[in-house]
Nanobody, 125 residues
């Protein structure tokens, strides 16, 4: 079992930056690929970014590529999502997720075994 807790969300203006954190506890964090997903009101939860357990593999959705950066610190059992040039369309609840035994980033929700409760990011225009 892995428990995930997101933090770092908030209300910012367009063009600002935020860094989300996902703290893990439980089983060996380094055995899991990590991903970030987001869900805006009235929309399905969609993929944002993913990173393999060794950080050698990353993958981003087209909508955030070049603006967001995913990283992880296995010693701290924490994954991060650095978000720059935020826009109102980035407003959503952001969720982190863990995929067991993967060193390859993945966009598929079905590959993820554990999910956090989410953190709200609101970007005003």
């Amino acid at each position: 079992q892995v428990q995930l807790v997101e933090s770092g969300g908030g209300l910012v203006q367009a063009g600002a930056s935020l860094r989300l954190s996902c703290a893990a506890s439980g089983r060996t964090f380094s055995n899991y690929a990590m991903g970030w997903f987001r869900q805006a009101p009235g929309k399905e939860r969609g993929f944002v970014a993913s990173i393999g357990w060794s950080s050698s593999s990353t993958y981003y959705s087209d909508s955030v590529k070049g603006r967001f950066t995913i990283s992880r610190d296995n010693a701290k059992m924490t994954a991060y999502l650095e978000m720059n040039s935020l826009q109102p369309d980035d407003t959503a609840v952001y969720y982190c997720a863990a995929a067991r035994g993967r060193d390859t980033a993945t966009y598929r929700r079905s590959d993820y075994d554990y999910w956090g409760q989410g953190t709200q990011v609101t970007v005003s225009s």
